[in-house]
């Protein structure tokens, strides 16, 4: 299926000098633009408030690393493990996560917009109390992560697997979850009205109602 909006892909430069992350402890202000870092392991890494712009990485582990009030403009993450970090409060825009491991990642109260997840691994992953603007989550596992008490514009879920994914306190008009995998997702049926789903999927939904479908 394909999406019903465009959304802008991170501007970077097509020639990037190798960087060590370690550099932003260098600067007076936690920051790094127009680089590249790959085959690095930074895991538990700490660092309040970071700024990246223009960065790509590349086979980096990230694993447990606390980043809250991130603020990250033109970045991709590209076969990265960013497993429970801690994205929380932060301002995400025009990046992508393409073929990432994102267990247990939060992006809590985060306002993201223009972002891609494509290929990714984010069961468990938290949203809640975040704004996605202009979102596509794109052949993405998303089991039990929880998107309670978020604010959705345009934002796509593409052949994803939202198996007891939590949307509790989300507006989900608009949203296309038809092509989409799932045994049973919290929603309460006032936040349903106006998504799009398949036929199977309505059936599914229609016991919210009490209601028992004949063949």
């Not at 989900?172 to 997702?185: A, E, V």
């Amino acid at each position: 299926m394909g999406n019903k909006f465009k959304i802008e892909d991170p501007k970077i430069p097509a020639r990037l000098e190798s960087a060590n992350f370690q550099d932003v402890y260098y600067e007076e202000d936690p920051f790094l633009s127009n680089c590249m870092i790959e085959n690095a392991r930074l895991d538990q890494e700490e660092i309040n408030q970071l700024v990246l712009s223009k960065v790509l990485f590349k086979n980096v582990s990230f694993v447990g690393a606390s980043f809250p009030r991130t603020d990250m403009t033109d970045v991709v993450f590209e076969n990265c493990d960013l497993s429970n970090v801690n994205f929380s409060e932060g301002i995400i825009h025009r990046v992508t996560f393409k073929e990432c491991k994102l267990l247990g990642v939060n992006f809590s109260g985060g306002n993201l917009g223009n972002v891609r997840f494509e290929e990714c691994l984010a069961n468990m992953s938290d949203f809640v109390e975040a704004r996605l603007k202009q979102v596509i989550f794109n052949q993405t596992f998303l089991q039990n992560a929880n998107y309670s008490d978020c604010k959705l514009l345009k934002v796509n879920f593409d052949r994803c697997d939202l198996n007891e994914i939590d949307f509790t306190q989300t507006d989900l008009k608009g949203i296309d979850i038809s092509t989409c995998r799932f045994t049973r997702i919290n929603v309460a049926l006032e936040y349903l009205s106006g998504c799009e789903v398949s036929p199977e999927q309505a059936i599914g939904f229609a016991s919210l109602l009490g209601l028992k479908v004949k063949e």
